[in-house]
């Protein structure tokens, strides 16, 4: 039987092959902006806010004495490549991406609403307080993109309007 401290490291893991999914995918998005300069900018800072978060998790991982060397961040890597090129493909790429994003940054949300949760039965308030951290930078993402889509939204249907490049 798991015991709470073996479902708090798996779900530890769970996360942080999230967040190198959210890596990836977010650096997919970044470098194919050219039209969006606001949303490539908090892009970006939410690249180095994510990059930031697999450490910490890391970090807590470490302090339950589980390893971290044998992280499977692949498959995940794999499915967000995937999903950038799925993106790619659509002509309304940045209406598709953003609401991809915003979805994405629910799921971590719910991700981290969970942790906080199990950190705080196991008594480990150290890896409750990082994921109280995170979910903080992870709500603001969420509300960054919430409350700019609609203009995202606009502009890129004047874009297309107009026949100019609106896609990315
Ligand atoms: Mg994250
Ligand atoms: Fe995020």
């Known amino acids: 039987m798991a015991t709470g401290n073996d479902r708090l490291i798996q779900w ?3 996360a942080h092959a999230m967040e190198k999914q959210a890596e990836t995918m977010l ?3 970044a470098s194919r902006l050219e039209h969006y300069p606001e949303l490539r900018q908090r892009i970006r800072e939410h690249i180095s806010e994510t990059q930031n978060q ?4 890391e970090t807590c991982i470490e302090r339950l004495g589980a390893d971290t060397s044998t992280m499977k961040d692949a ?3 794999m499915s967000a490549m995937m999903q950038g090129l799925g993106g790619a493909l659509a002509d309304d790429e940045i209406i598709k991406g953003s609401m991809a994003g915003y979805t ?3 799921f971590e949300i719910s991700a981290y609403t969970t942790l906080i949760a199990a950190a705080e039965e196991a008594g480990d308030q ?3 307080s990082v994921c109280r ?3 903080r930078e992870e709500k603001a993402m969420a509300d960054w993109i919430e409350h700019h889509l609609p203009a995202v939204t606009k502009q890129y249907l004047e874009r297309e309007e107009l026949g100019g490049p ?3």
């Open 12 to 14: 530890l893991r769970d």
């Open 27 to 29: 650096e997919a998005q």
């Open 54 to 57: 697999a450490r910490r998790l």
């Open 75 to 77: 498959a995940g890597k």
């Open 104 to 106: 994405f940054e629910h």
């Open 126 to 128: 150290q890896t409750a």
């Open 133 to 135: 951290e995170i979910l």
């Open 166 to 168: 609106a896609k990315r």
